[in-house]
Each structure stands twice: as C-alpha cells, then as structure tokens.
C-alpha cells in the first residue's frame, strides 16, 4: 500500500469544495434574479392598475354627469 499525502488531499478537498460554494452561489444568484423579476413586474402591473383605478375615482366630477 503506497502512503497517503495527507495534505495534498486536504487541498484537494478544501479545492473542490471552494468549486461547490462558487457553483451554488451562481444558482442562487440566478434563481435570486429571476425571483426579483417576477416580483418587480408584478409590482409594476399592480401599481399600473391601481393608478388606473384610482384615476378613475379621482376624476370624476358630480356636476358634469348632471
């Protein structure tokens, strides 16, 4: 049995798994971004219909439907 090099195995080790955290990290960014899409134009249609809604109140006038 050939001995071990303990140490260039914890390099290896704490290498890959350096690589793991990079790859996660660049799915959760990803997955992060797409979430803030979907929530920002779903933001943006609401505010859209509520400006629309509250035009509409706002720009009624009594006296010109009499």
Do not use: C, N
């Not at 799915?27 to 134009?41: E, P």
């Amino acid at each position: 049995m050939e001995p071990m090099d303990i140490m260039a195995l914890e390099q290896r080790a704490r290498a890959l798994r350096a690589a793991e955290m990079r790859r996660l990290e660049k799915i959760t960014a990803r997955r992060l971004r797409a979430y803030a899409v979907r929530v920002g134009s779903a933001v943006v249609a609401l505010a859209k219909a509520a400006t629309q809604s509250l035009r509409h109140l706002f720009s009624w006038h009594p006296q010109r439907h009499a």
